[in-house]
């Protein structure tokens, strides 16, 4: 990267204090010439504001005194009405201004009336306009009517009304005048607001009287978009004004003021276009930037003859410290200066004294560096070969260690299995014996049930042979029956012998025998229902019979049946007591394996323990000789570091005893 020159920044430098300073004072300047002047310009307008308004002031108060006094003399209302005309005349002739003149009483009628105007035009006094005006001179106040522009004439016309009082101030009467206003369009356009100014009058609602352009004011054109006039409308009273930069009556920037007349309620404006307001600024900043430019061309005159005054000894310092760096020690270095940079110049030969001693130092220190480094380097090669000796016994002995670490490790691993399986015992031994009290519980409480079962089949037995025997009674029963029904068959028969033999001698007797017949034949009727009866029971026997045979049949059955359940019960029963002998037994053997086995279990604990503890002493020498082999690679790698530190530091020795060679130091 290209480097600036030092001339040429302080230059630049002061160059820019110089702008910056007189930039600022330009502006300071301008921003109080611009004050200035504006107040100046608000002077101007307002003493041309002032004066036209006083002017129209003045003119309308003259008008109104002139009608006070004619009020006033020779008691106007006291005289006939011709002699009033003629004063009213000579007024009229007295001051062109004024178009017509009337006279009216208290009670407001028309006295007498002198005009210009032709007698079929009564002008702006109508009794509309007067009725407005007496309200107003009613209460002792004279009365200006707002700005009329006369539709023939095209000129600006105002009434004027003026009270009429006795000696103790009571209205006695109203003089109106109807006063012709181009005195003040003549006034405002021959105004002078420098060469692009201009004036024009304005009354209280914005409206526009007086304009150098009179057809704007026949047009009664309103002005309130200009900030001006909506000012003075909005506050009329309003004395104190001040200068505004607006938008002007001709739609251009000006800068604008105004003068409120109060009586009336108008106000005379005056505008200046912003480019001939600020023309004297213009020329005084044109004026100003010929200046500074000068001054710029100046100051830079100054800033270089200065920056090479500056320069001059730092140059020659900076050309003695670059025959300084090409190891010339004895240049002498001249100093010209009384300020900073000849002290600057006296401590870099201070320096460069201190530096040629510092040369000579090391030129002995590197000497002494060189025959030491030469002695490190034969006893670091020693101590890399040591190291490297120690390196290879305790990679022997580690990888010792290690091997000795698998096989504790695989006898670890080998007890941890066999501790899982007997673990493994111990819980089948537990269930087997949990599983055998269950059997033993089982088998007691079926032994208990098979005793209920032998007491159930007893009674079973007993009850089936009680059936036995119930049905034996029952057959005899039976028979007995039967042989009733037999007995029962045979009287039937005998008696239906004996109904017949009955009916027979009924049938002999005749007449007689007639009821004796009926008796018969009830009795033979009896005689077949007992005969239905005893053959109805007797298939009834035969079944009972029957059934009672196979009951018998099936109950014997039944009665073999329990038997042979009673002696498999029986069977069944020492079964069970064989079966809960072998199972105390069982019980007995489980519990013994399982004392062997938690015997088993504590020798088991004690072996892993031991196993662990070798384990863990084995892993520590490994460790212990993983450590001792990692410091004697690390003593090995300083060693080697130390060998090529000082092998290196015996070059930087040589290099350094040349490189001091090259400075050409002088004695001291």
């Given at each position: 990267?290209?480097?600036?020159?030092?001339?040429?920044?302080?230059?630049?430098?002061?160059?820019?204090?110089?702008?910056?300073?007189?930039?600022?004072?330009?502006?300071?300047?301008?921003?109080?010439?611009?004050?200035?002047?504006?107040?100046?310009?608000?002077?101007?307008?307002?003493?041309?504001?002032?004066?036209?308004?006083?002017?129209?002031?003045?003119?309308?108060?003259?008008?109104?005194?002139?009608?006070?006094?004619?009020?006033?003399?020779?008691?106007?209302?006291?005289?006939?009405?011709?002699?009033?005309?003629?004063?009213?005349?000579?007024?009229?002739?007295?001051?062109?201004?004024?178009?017509?003149?009337?006279?009216?009483?208290?009670d407001n009628r028309e006295l007498a009336r002198v005009s210009?105007?032709?007698?079929?035009?009564?002008?702006?006094?109508?009794?509309?306009?007067?009725?407005?005006?007496?309200?107003?001179?009613?209460?002792?106040?004279?009365?200006?009517?707002?700005?009329?522009?006369?539709?023939?004439?095209?000129?600006?016309?105002?009434?004027?009304?003026?009270?009429?009082?006795?000696?103790?101030?009571?209205?006695?009467?109203?003089?109106?005048?109807?006063?012709?206003?181009?005195?003040?369009?003549?006034?405002?356009?021959?105004?002078?607001?420098?060469?692009?100014?201009?004036?024009?009058?304005?009354?209280?609602?914005?409206?526009?009287?007086?304009?150098?352009?009179?057809?704007?004011?026949?047009?009664?054109?309103?002005?309130?978009?200009?900030?001006?006039?909506?000012?003075?409308?909005?506050?009329?009273?309003?004395?104190?004004?001040?200068?505004?930069?607006?938008?002007?009556?001709?739609?251009?920037?000006?800068?604008?003021?105004?003068?409120?007349?109060?009586?009336?309620?108008?106000?005379?404006?005056?505008?200046?276009?912003?480019?001939?307001?600020?023309?004297?600024?213009?020329?005084?900043?044109?004026?100003?930037?010929?200046?500074?430019?000068?001054?710029?061309?100046?100051?830079?005159?100054?800033?270089?003859?200065?920056?090479?005054?500056?320069?001059?000894?730092?140059?020659?310092?900076?050309?003695?410290a670059k025959i300084i760096s090409k190891g010339k020690l004895?240049?002498?270095?001249?100093?010209?200066?009384?300020?900073?940079?000849?002290?600057?110049?006296?401590?870099?030969?201070?320096?460069?004294?201190?530096?040629?001693?510092?040369?000579?130092?090391?030129?002995?220190?590197?000497?002494?560096?060189?025959?030491?480094?030469?002695?490190?380097?034969?006893?670091?090669?020693?101590?890399?070969?040591?190291?490297?000796?120690?390196?290879?016994?305790?990679?022997?002995?580690?990888?010792?260690?290690?091997?000795?670490?698998?096989?504790?490790?695989?006898?670890?691993?080998?007890?941890?299995?066999?501790?899982?399986?007997?673990?493994?015992?111990?819980?089948?031994?537990?269930?087997?014996?949990?599983?055998?009290?269950?059997?033993?519980?089982?088998?007691?409480?079926?032994?208990?049930?098979?005793?209920?079962?032998?007491?159930?089949?007893?009674?079973?037995?007993?009850?089936?042979?009680?059936?036995?025997?119930?049905?034996?009674?029952?057959?005899?029963?039976?028979?007995?029956?039967?042989?009733?029904?037999?007995?029962?068959?045979?009287?039937?028969?005998?008696?239906?012998?004996?109904?017949?033999?009955?009916?027979?001698?009924?049938?002999?007797?005749?007449?007689?025998?007639?009821?004796?017949?009926?008796?018969?034949?009830?009795?033979?009727?009896?005689?077949?229902?007992?005969?239905?009866?005893?053959?109805?029971?007797?298939?009834i026997l035969k079944e009972i019979q029957f059934q009672t045979?196979?009951?018998?049949?099936?109950?014997?059955?039944?009665?073999?049946?329990?038997?042979?359940?009673?002696?498999?019960?029986?069977?069944?029963?020492?079964?069970?007591?064989?079966?809960?002998?072998?199972?105390?037994?069982?019980?007995?053997?489980?519990?013994?394996?399982?004392?062997?086995?938690?015997?088993?279990?504590?020798?088991?604990?004690?072996?892993?323990?031991?196993?662990?503890?070798?384990?863990?002493?084995?892993?520590?020498?490994?460790?212990?000789?993983?450590?001792?082999?990692?410091?004697?690679?690390?003593?090995?790698?300083?060693?080697?570091?130390?060998?090529?530190?000082?092998?290196?530091?015996?070059?930087?020795?040589?290099?350094?005893?040349?490189?001091?060679?090259?400075?050409?130091?002088?004695?001291?």
């Open positions: 990267m290209k480097q600036k020159k030092l001339g040429t920044t302080l230059t630049i430098a002061f160059l820019s204090v110089c702008v910056i300073v007189m930039f600022m004072n330009g502006v300071i300047n301008i921003y109080y010439s611009m004050m200035s002047n504006r107040e100046v310009v608000f002077n101007e307008q307002q003493l041309l504001a002032s004066y036209a308004a006083n002017e129209v002031k003045s003119f309308i108060h003259q008008k109104s005194i002139m009608l006070e006094s004619i009020g006033n003399v020779n008691n106007l209302l006291t005289v006939d009405s011709e002699e009033q005309r003629q004063l009213l005349g000579k007024l009229l002739g007295l001051d062109s201004s004024f178009r017509q003149i009337s006279l009216l009483d208290v210009r105007l032709s007698k079929l035009s009564r002008g702006q006094l109508t009794e509309e306009n007067e009725k407005e005006a007496i309200e107003v001179t009613d209460g002792g106040n004279s009365y200006i009517s707002k700005v009329y522009v006369d539709e023939a004439s095209f000129e600006p016309i105002i009434i004027v009304a003026v009270p009429m009082k006795n000696s103790i101030g009571d209205k006695t009467g109203t003089i109106f005048a109807e006063i012709n206003l181009k005195f003040m369009w003549d006034l405002i356009g021959a105004l002078e607001v420098g060469k692009g100014g201009t004036a024009y009058v304005v009354d209280s609602e914005g409206a526009l009287i007086a304009f150098e352009d009179g057809g704007r004011v026949i047009k009664g054109e309103k002005l309130l978009e200009i900030e001006e006039v909506s000012s003075f409308v909005q506050n009329r009273e309003r004395e104190d004004t001040k200068i505004q930069y607006s938008k002007g009556i001709l739609g251009n920037n000006v800068l604008s003021s105004y003068v409120p007349l109060n009586r009336p309620d108008w106000a005379v404006f005056v505008e200046v276009p912003v480019l001939e307001a600020a023309k004297p600024i213009i020329e005084s900043l044109a004026i100003s930037i010929i200046a500074m430019l000068f001054s710029l061309v100046l100051a830079l005159i100054i800033s270089i003859l200065i920056s090479k005054r500056i320069t001059r000894p730092i140059i020659e310092l900076k050309d003695a004895d240049t002498e270095i001249r100093n010209s200066s009384n300020n900073e940079i000849g002290e600057l110049a006296e401590a870099f030969s201070q320096m460069v004294s201190n530096f040629n001693i510092l040369i000579m130092n090391a030129k002995q220190v590197s000497k002494v560096i060189l025959e030491r480094s030469s002695t490190v380097k034969e006893s670091a090669e020693q101590s890399a070969v040591s190291s490297e000796a120690v390196v290879s016994a305790m990679n022997h002995i580690s990888r010792g260690a290690d091997d000795q670490a698998r096989e504790a490790e695989k006898t670890s691993e080998q007890t941890n299995i066999l501790s899982g399986e007997i673990d493994m015992a111990v819980s089948k031994a537990i269930e087997v014996e949990k599983i055998t009290e269950h059997t033993k519980d089982l088998s007691v409480k079926s032994k208990d049930t098979v005793e209920l079962l032998i007491q159930r089949a007893q009674e079973t037995d007993r009850i089936t042979r009680l059936f036995i025997e119930n049905t034996k009674r029952l057959s005899g029963s039976l028979e007995k029956i039967r042989g009733i029904a037999v007995a029962i068959s045979q009287i039937t028969n005998k008696t239906k012998t004996l109904s017949l033999n009955a009916r027979i001698e009924a049938a002999r007797a005749g007449e007689a025998g007639r009821g004796f017949i009926v008796i018969v034949n009830e009795i033979s009727n009896l005689a077949d229902q007992s005969g239905d009866a005893a053959k109805m029971i007797d298939p045979e196979v009951s018998k049949s099936t109950s014997e059955q039944a009665v073999e049946i329990v038997e042979e359940q009673m002696q498999t019960v029986l069977l069944t029963q020492s079964a069970f007591d064989e079966i809960i002998q072998s199972m105390e037994n069982a019980i007995s053997h489980i519990t013994g394996l399982n004392e062997t086995i938690n015997n088993i279990d504590m020798f088991k604990q004690q072996s892993i323990s031991s196993v662990m503890a070798i384990n863990s002493i084995t892993q520590e020498t490994a460790a212990s000789c993983e450590e001792v082999c990692a410091a004697s690679l690390e003593q090995k790698e300083i060693a080697d570091e130390v060998k090529a530190f000082a092998s290196s530091l015996y070059d930087m020795g040589e290099e350094l005893v040349e490189t001091i060679g090259t400075f050409k130091t002088k004695e001291v």
